[in-house]
């Protein structure tokens, strides 16, 4: 029986090596399918660390009592404009009466008939320094106008002056005046102003008008106090009062308490957060006979022990000047579904009622020894950052894990395909050279034929 020849010389497929090396490909897919779902398991432990991150955030800027606390201030009156430093405030009421708002000493010039044409002369300024020394501003003709006047005056900011020319809305023939202000409030920044000498100007220039400059008084709970400024910060503890205006005789109530609502809103947020972890947490453990746990966390051990940390934290039991509590006193507990329930009204009337004592259980309380009790947001944050510390916390390690695997998996796809490469390569060469020894054979086979006038050698093969 004689040998059938393919397309090519050796009779075998066109696509030979094309099937051999969709073979050899057949791992590297399944490989590829193993990373697939590898990669989904980091994604929702991606998502996790951020839920966990988002909780540390909280913990923060809460965790601790000056952080968590929260003042308000009431006040019935325009008279003043007040500010709190939460760090240094402490509840109270207090009895105002603004007598009189701070000013600083001015003067205004005589009237001249046009700000920047009329000819005010040449001379000079002199000034005496705080230091009791003296500084001249000549003024040469062509700075010899109101405008140019002031701003060579307000070039220099040593000075401690500022200077404005404005018109005195008078309606005469000479209603452009040089304003002259000092930068400071004050009876101590009472000084002397600038001595002015000018010739050969349109009008007489001197200060025609003067203010000296004084104190705010204001009384506090029926006391008069003196200040250098409208903005008192050291008044009344943690409390920063702007002076708008003057009132004698009207006082006025002003009282610093807790903000309940801004803590109560922060202890939300927190418990918000927390249930963004455990909602994530109950949604992986959801499973049906449909659920792929190969690319979810369904039944993680990971999850379990994260879930038990955060309940385990939540229970505790915190040390208050009152004897041991839980957070279930001031308001949280966990629902059926697992996550944690925050009950405002509960807690606003705990807060309200003792302060100093649910913020201990909060935030844990200082010892007569010197040391500090762990409040729930203390047990709540070790348990975060132990969770996420690098490398081997909890979660952190979990991702670590996966990341490692999906490296492997890539350097053994890589290795692999080096090896297909390689294989295809050899391939092609080892059937190129086969196809040329076919070719010459048969080419032999039809030079012997021709010289007998047989068949073809090669076709009576076998």
Do not use: C
């Not at 008279?79 to 600083?104: C, F, M, N, W």
């Not at 020319?165 to 309606?171: A, E, K, L, R, T």
């Not at 709970?221 to 205006?245: Q, R, S, Y």
């Not at 705990?350 to 201990?360: F, G, M």
Request: proline share 3%; no cysteine; glycine share 10%.
């Amino acid at each position: 029986m004689g040998i059938s020849f393919g397309s090519i010389g050796t009779g075998l497929p066109k696509d030979i090596v094309k099937q051999i090396i969709a073979a050899e490909q057949i791992p590297v897919q399944n490989m590829e399918k193993q990373k697939s779902k590898i990669q989904d398991k980091k994604g929702l432990v991606d998502q996790l660390v951020k839920l966990v991150e988002d909780v540390r955030g909280n913990l923060a800027v809460n965790a601790n009592a000056r952080a968590l606390r929260e003042f308000k201030v009431d006040t019935n009156t325009d008279i003043v404009g007040v500010s709190t430093d939460k760090t240094r405030a402490l509840p109270g009421t207090y009895q105002l009466e603004v007598v009189s708002l701070a000013q600083k000493s001015s003067a205004m010039s005589t009237g001249f008939e046009d700000k920047d044409e009329s000819y005010v002369g040449v001379g000079f300024i002199q000034y005496t320094l705080p230091n009791g020394e003296t500084k001249d501003i000549y003024v040469d003709s062509d700075n010899a106008s109101l405008t140019k006047i002031a701003k060579l005056i307000n070039k220099d900011s040593n000075l401690g002056v500022t200077a404005n020319v404005i018109n005195d809305g008078s309606g005469s023939d000479t209603p452009w005046r040089l304003i002259l202000s000092l930068n400071k409030t004050g009876d101590d920044a009472a000084v002397d102003f600038p001595y002015f000498y000018f010739v050969d100007g349109d009008e007489d220039f001197q200060l025609e008008f003067q203010r000296e400059a004084h104190d705010a008084k204001i009384k506090l709970d029926g006391f008069e106090i003196e200040a250098p400024e409208n903005k008192i910060a050291d008044l009344i503890p943690g409390v920063t009062l702007d002076l708008k205006k003057a009132k004698p005789g009207e006082e006025f109530t002003l009282k610093v308490s807790e903000d309940i609502q801004a803590v109560g809103a922060k202890v939300s947020d927190l418990v918000t957060k927390l249930n963004g972890v455990l909602s994530f947490i109950k949604q992986q453990n959801t499973m049906d006979e449909k659920t792929d746990t190969s690319r979810t966390l369904g039944g993680d051990i990971m999850l379990q022990s994260l879930e038990g940390r955060i309940h385990s934290a939540v229970f505790k039991d915190v040390l208050t000047d009152k004897g041991y509590m839980r957070a279930g006193d001031i308001g949280l507990s966990f629902t059926r579904e697992g996550l944690l329930q925050f009950d405002e009204k509960k807690f606003e009337a705990k807060l309200t009622e003792d302060y100093n004592t649910v913020a201990q259980v909060l935030t844990g309380t200082f010892t007569p020894e010197g040391g500090k009790s762990e409040g729930f947001m203390d047990n709540l944050n070790s348990m975060v950052n132990t969770a996420l510390r690098m490398p081997d916390g909890l979660v952190q390690s979990r991702k670590k894990t996966l990341q490692s695997n999906i490296e492997q998996i890539d350097r053994r796809i890589s290795q692999k395909q080096k090896f297909i490469e390689e294989k295809e390569k050899n391939l092609k060469d080892k059937f190129s050279r086969l196809e040329g020894t076919i070719s010459r054979i048969k080419g032999q086979g039809a030079g012997v034929a021709s010289l007998g006038g047989g068949a073809d050698p090669v076709q009576q093969l076998g």
